[in-house]
């Protein structure tokens, strides 16, 4: 067993096909999943990097989207430190539910929990999203954003400065 002087748990919250897998996927294994299958119930995946001249240990559980799985989902939100809130900029629909995924969190989640917003697909043509109402969302939350793409691993693979939210 690996040892670490930090442990960081993180959940991926959005709607089925926003792309928490591939985003997953991407940062762990620096792979990208493209497939149709959602996932079902809550997967996770670990990685140790180094931040801060500290060893860190990521344990991020991928959750299901889809309706029917909210309630085995909800169990997982307290003890989580950080939350990924990701919606899929090409679906309108999945930016809108962002509402009720962070009302679901301050249902069920730890008063304390760090949030970040999370456009994924940022490299499609058919935005439906723009990033100043992905912001602007963000800012009515009191939470930071980014844009990202597992395809190309845009604010993925690079330094991954969000996640300095998340220490101590």
Known sequence: MSTCDMFIKLMMLGD?????????????????????????????????????????????????????????TKQYYRSAMGILLCYDVTREDSFQNIKRWNEQIELHGAKDVQRILVGNKADAEDIAVSPERGRALAEQYGMPFFESSAWFGQNVNEDPQWLQSFEG
């Open 16 to 72: 089925t096909g926003v792309g928490k897998t591939a985003l997953v996927v991407k940062f762990v294994d620096d792979g990208f999943k493209n497939d149709d299958k959602p996932t079902f119930g809550i997967d996770f995946k670990h990685k140790m990097l180094w931040m801060g001249g500290k060893r860190v240990k990521l344990q991020i559980w991928d959750t299901a989207g889809q309706e029917r799985h909210h309630t085995i």
